[in-house]
């Protein structure tokens, strides 16, 4: 690789932005999606019961484990978006949009001399989004403003089949969130 080259690959911005609007009353924190499909989105902290709660935009939620071990929830939601584009383009922009955001909030709990936390990851590469959170006796399933327990795995496994229609194979390599 030529000086060039590595000088024009070091000029290249980030595909996400972390930015706030501090002229706002009520400060939010938004991802500036600097690639094609531009877009901002706003990242809301919600509770887990708002989980369920849809709003109308493509959105992500992103499920993060605190160095406290407490679980936050963010929503984040489409606020612009800049480029013609389908909301299936910018809705797979979200899903990578709330790992950065949980990578960011890493990184301010190590600035702060703290043990970060981690996020809870996606079941699998191919079902961005769904995630399944394992406590010694109860499954549960997020997946994009869904929620749903069930008292064993086999009962998981037949409505993520049946009412999700998830192929078997994508079943059968995944990472499973356990929690105590």
Not at 57 to 86: C, M, N, Q, W
Not at 135 to 161: I, K, Q, R
């Amino acid at each position: 690789m030529s000086f060039e080259e590595i000088n024009i690959q070091r000029m290249k911005t980030s595909k996400f932005l972390i930015c706030s609007d501090p002229l706002q009353e009520e400060s939010a924190e938004l991802i500036l999606h600097a690639h094609r499909p531009r877009f901002l989105a706003q990242v809301t902290p919600i509770a887990f019961g708002e989980i369920e709660n849809r709003p109308e935009k493509p959105f992500a939620d992103a499920l993060y484990v605190s160095t406290e071990g407490v679980l936050e929830i963010y929503r984040i939601v489409l606020a612009d978006a800049y480029d013609h584009s389908e909301e299936d383009d910018i809705q797979d922009e979200l899903f990578p949009a709330a790992d950065y955001f949980c990578r960011y909030l890493q990184l301010m709990e190590e600035e702060e001399g703290l043990t970060p936390g981690f996020a809870v990851k996606d079941f699998n590469q191919e079902l961005p989004g769904l995630k399944i959170l394992h406590a010694p006796e109860l499954w549960t399933v997020v997946y994009n403003g869904m929620v749903a327990e069930f008292g064993t795995e086999e009962e998981m496994d037949d409505f993520l089949e049946s009412d999700l229609n998830i192929e078997t194979d994508l079943l059968d390599k995944g990472i499973i969130n356990q929690f105590d």
